[in-house]
């Protein structure tokens, strides 16, 4: 659910309009199997423009309501009228789990992003792309980490299909440990990528029927390559 209209706002920004909408997706990837909101806005100016998104999960676990909460917010500024612009972006939430007798709360280490993003689209803006440099700052981990961020859009079909999203490769460092016979092995992996295209239905300019699948590495608390597709509905205002 993360990012997942930058572009297609990056489009709407060209044409002066203010994005808003609400998702609802049901995870049923292994050990997953619950639903996430999503809530996003983009709203541009003579300057630029401002995004961002909240992610909320529910009923993870023994845990009856919101289990996790993420944000992400960012602001570019416009370098003239060149297809480059100054990105500067915060990222971060926080969860609780129950597991009796073990039962507690955690964050999401924050992260503060500033580098540059250059954008295109084609001259109906049913297509497009921008690719980010940015130097990573994440809190009480790395000082100065990099994330290299990709996101496009494709409308089809007189815009009654749009298969958009976004891909991320950032340095991190995670400790994964995993039991070999009765001695505990453990892995430190240095990146971290996630990738979530969707593809999506558009009924009406307001509701949209479709899928998420979020393509991870070394990502959540999971080692390795994953696969977690959803199913979900939007209301765009």
């Known amino acids: 659910m993360m990012r997942s209209y930058l572009l297609i706002f990056v489009s709407l920004l060209m044409t002066g309009a203010v994005a808003q909408n609400v998702q609802l997706h049901y995870d049923f990837g292994k050990d997953r199997?619950?639903?996430?909101?999503?809530?996003?806005?983009?709203?541009?100016?003579?300057?630029?423009?401002?995004?961002?998104?909240?992610?909320?999960?529910?009923?993870?676990g023994d845990v009856k309501?919101?289990?996790?909460?993420?944000?992400?917010?960012?602001?570019?500024?416009?370098?003239?009228?060149?297809?480059?612009?100054?990105?500067?972006?915060?990222?971060?939430?926080?969860?609780?789990?129950?597991?009796?007798?073990?039962n507690g709360a955690y964050t999401i280490n924050g992260a503060w992003l500033g580098g540059f993003e250059y954008s295109r689209n084609n001259s109906d803006f049913t297509k497009g792309f921008t690719l980010q440099l940015l130097y990573k700052n994440?809190?009480?981990?790395?000082?100065?980490?990099?994330?290299l961020t990709g996101v496009w859009y494709m409308h089809m079909l007189n815009k009654k299909l749009t298969f958009s999203g976004f891909a991320d490769f950032w340095g991190e460092d995670n400790v994964f440990t995993e039991m070999e016979g009765e001695a505990e092995v453990s892995e430190t992996t240095k990146f971290v990528f996630l990738s979530e295209p969707q593809l999506w239905y558009n009924f009406t300019e307001n509701i949209s029927l479709g899928t998420e699948i979020e393509l991870s590495s070394n990502f959540g608390g999971v080692k390795g390559f994953a696969v977690n597709p959803t199913i979900g509905a939007k209301w765009t205002f």
């Open 65 to 102: 309501g919101v289990s996790l909460a993420y944000w992400e917010i960012a602001r570019a500024i416009n370098l003239g009228k060149t297809p480059f612009a100054f990105h500067a972006e915060y990222n971060g939430g926080f969860g609780q789990f129950k597991n009796d007798p073990f």
């Open 138 to 147: 994440i809190r009480d981990k790395h000082d100065a980490s990099f994330q």
């Open 33 to 60: 199997g619950y639903p996430t909101t999503t809530v996003e806005m983009f709203k541009p100016d003579k300057w630029g423009s401002t995004f961002f998104f909240v992610d909320m999960d529910y009923n993870v």
